[in-house]
Every structure is written in structure tokens, then in C-alpha cells.
């Protein structure tokens, strides 16, 4: 980078002293101070964006403490405020205004030098502890043992957007919300409408267990490091589909996999290749759920998913 050439007049030598000025009290502070302090360089393998405006981070945490559930359909009555899980609190962006709550907590941390660090800031609350380790060989109970409702929070590491929410949807219905960030084409992805090329299999198993609201877009300079693109809060709020069963939900979950798994464009042959029932009977297992067989799987609703389970009669 070019350096501007040193200025001898006493105003802009003055200027020019005060903005290094400003330049040390920026490396001593906020997220780049503190990374220095620690001696830790991001890393971009464990998505280690760090959210730097405490005024989004503040909205996050009252998003998970405090919001409706008007994104679950059927819900009769908001969940009794119970223990909160946070993924990844890295520098503890979001943890003191969640330990601050009052309500049992607990922080799943890989970086162990964050781990370290948060652990520091979470001494004054009896009720908060930080678990070293992968979120995803975690289980919910060990976590946080009870039956208490559980919300998840998390400025999720974007490399395992898709495994953690399905880790928070395998955990059972202890977890009634999870309020998350992730950048903007994931979330785009998560919540995309079939025909688009968004869609895939993630956005069926998705609609099958939960209902999912985007809540509101954060840019990137929010965060240290950088990111170079936006990102998207959402709120994920599980719950089985309406007027489907167990089994249907498992069937639809085989047959989309079965369906999405290879390159072939029609559904007959896709399904009849991934069920090993032929193209002929898959073809015929369309046509009964009212889904025309030429048609290509991403373009597929999870209604007819579910009319294609029903029709294939596998659904126990
Ligand atoms: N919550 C902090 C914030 O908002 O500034 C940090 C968010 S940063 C996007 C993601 C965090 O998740 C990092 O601290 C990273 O070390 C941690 N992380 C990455 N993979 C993880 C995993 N599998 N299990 C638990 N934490 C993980």
C-alpha cells in the first residue's frame, strides 16, 4: 500500500499525528485489540467472522430472549423462557447479553483459545459455562440436562450452516427456537422456493421440520475479518409439517435423497434409479401422487413430496 509522503507544516503534522493516534486506539480496541491481545489470527476454516457492532449483536440477543413466535404455525402459546445454547461464541459478541439473562447457559467453543477467553468474560455469571469441542459430536442433554425448552443462538460458522441446523432439528423438540446468522446466499438457500436454483434437497428436509423466517440483513461491516458478502439473521422454529406423520416425514427424506442424489434430469429417472424400482414404476408412483414424472426434482414442493411418499406407500 502507498504511504502518504510525511507533511512538514505544523497543522498537518498535527493531523497527521492524530489520525496515528486514532490508528493505535483502533488496534487496541473492539474486535481487532482484542484479537491482538490474544495473539489470534482468524481462521477461516472455523468461519471466524466476528461480529464488531454491538448494536446487531444486540438485536440478535433480543431477537432469541425476547421474540414472538408468530413464524410457528399452530403454536398456541410462546415457549417458558428455559436455558440458551450458543454455537461458536468466538469473542462473546452475543454471550454476556445471553448469560446477562439470568437463564442457564451454555457456550460450545472449538477454538480453544476462545474458549479461554470466554470463559473470562462469563466469571460473573453462576449461571453460564463454555463446553470445549465440536458442536456437532455434542448431544443436548449432556449439554444442558433437563426437559426445560431450549433457544439456540448462533453467528454461525458459515462452512457448517446446513450440519448445525440439522443438528438443532435432531436434538427432539427440546429446542422451540433458534435465532441464527449466516451469510445471505446459505440463508437464501435454506429458505428457497421450488423451481429456483436455490432449492435442493437441505430446503425440503428443512420445510419438513421446521418453519424458518428471515429476519433481517446485516452487512459486512459488521464483522472483523470482513466477510464479502452480506449476511442474514433468521429464525429457525421447529415443528413436525402440519398433517404429516413420523413415517411419511422419513419416507419424504428417503425419496428426496434418493431423488437429488444423481445427475439425471427427469424424475422418473432419478427416482427410478435412487429407489431401484426402474423408471416405469417411478413413473407410475408420480403420476399417482399428481406429479408429472418429466418434470426435474428442484422443482418439487414438499406438499408433493409428501403426495409422492403417499403414493410410493412406503410411508409405514
Ligand atoms: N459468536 C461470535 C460472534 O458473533 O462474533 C463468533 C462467530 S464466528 C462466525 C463462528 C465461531 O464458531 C468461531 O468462534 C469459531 O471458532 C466457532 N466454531 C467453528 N466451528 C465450530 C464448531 N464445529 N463447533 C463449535 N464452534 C465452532
Redesign the pocket.
Known amino acids: 500500500m502507498n504511504r502518504p509522503a510525511p507533511s512538514f507544516t505544523s497543522k498537518a503534522t498535527s493531523v497527521t499525528a492524530g489520525s496515528v493516534a486514532r490508528r493505535e486506539t483502533r488496534a487496541t480496541t473492539g474486535?481487532a485489540g482484542t484479537l491482538r491481545a490474544l495473539d489470534v489470527r482468524p481462521?477461516r476454516r472455523?468461519?471466524?467472522?466476528?461480529?464488531?457492532d454491538p448494536r446487531v449483536?444486540e438485536r440478535i440477543a433480543a431477537l432469541a430472549l425476547e421474540g414472538d413466535d408468530a413464524a410457528a404455525p399452530g403454536a398456541s402459546a410462546p415457549p417458558a423462557p428455559g436455558p440458551i445454547l450458543?454455537?461458536?461464541?468466538?469473542?462473546?459478541?452475543?454471550?454476556e447479553h445471553l448469560a446477562a439473562s439470568g437463564r442457564p447457559f451454555v457456550a460450545?467453543?472449538?477454538?480453544l483459545r476462545?474458549a479461554e477467553h470466554v470463559e473470562s468474560l462469563l466469571r460473573p455469571y453462576p449461571n453460564a459455562r463454555v463446553v470445549r469441542?465440536?458442536?456437532?459430536d455434542q448431544g443436548l442433554d449432556a449439554l444442558l440436562p433437563g426437559s426445560e425448552p431450549v433457544t439456540v443462538v448462533?453467528?454461525?460458522?458459515?462452512?457448517?450452516t446446513s450440519p448445525?441446523i440439522a443438528w438443532v432439528l435432531e436434538q427432539g423438540p427440546r429446542v422451540t427456537r433458534a435465532a441464527l446468522?449466516t451469510q445471505r446466499e446459505v440463508a437464501q438457500r435454506l429458505a428457497a422456493k421450488p423451481g429456483t436454483k436455490e432449492h435442493g434437497s437441505f430446503t425440503v428436509f428443512l420445510a419438513l421440520h421446521a418453519a424458518l423466517r428471515i429476519e433481517f440483513r446485516v452487512s459486512p461491516g459488521a464483522?472483523h475479518p470482513r466477510p464479502d458478502v452480506d449476511s442474514v439473521v433468521f429464525t429457525v422454529i421447529p415443528r413436525p409439517y402440519p398433517g404429516t406423520t413420523a413415517a411419511e416425514r422419513s419416507a419424504v427424506e428417503r425419496i428426496v435423497r434418493a431423488a437429488t442424489g444423481g445427475r439425471r434430469k427427469t424424475l422418473a429417472n432419478s427416482l427410478g434409479h435412487g429407489l431401484d424400482i426402474g423408471a416405469e414404476k417411478a413413473r407410475a408412483v408420480l403420476t399417482r401422487a399428481g406429479v408429472d414424472p418429466g418434470r426435474r426434482a428442484e422443482t418439487v414442493s414438499v406438499e408433493e413430496w409428501i403426495a409422492v411418499a403417499r403414493a410410493e406407500g412406503g410411508t409405514g
Open positions: 474486535v481462521s472455523l468461519g471466524q467472522n466476528f461480529l464488531s449483536a450458543e454455537i461458536g461464541p468466538g469473542l462473546g459478541a452475543l454471550t460450545v467453543e472449538l477454538d476462545l469441542g465440536d458442536i456437532l448462533a453467528n454461525l460458522p458459515y462452512v457448517i448445525a446468522m464483522f
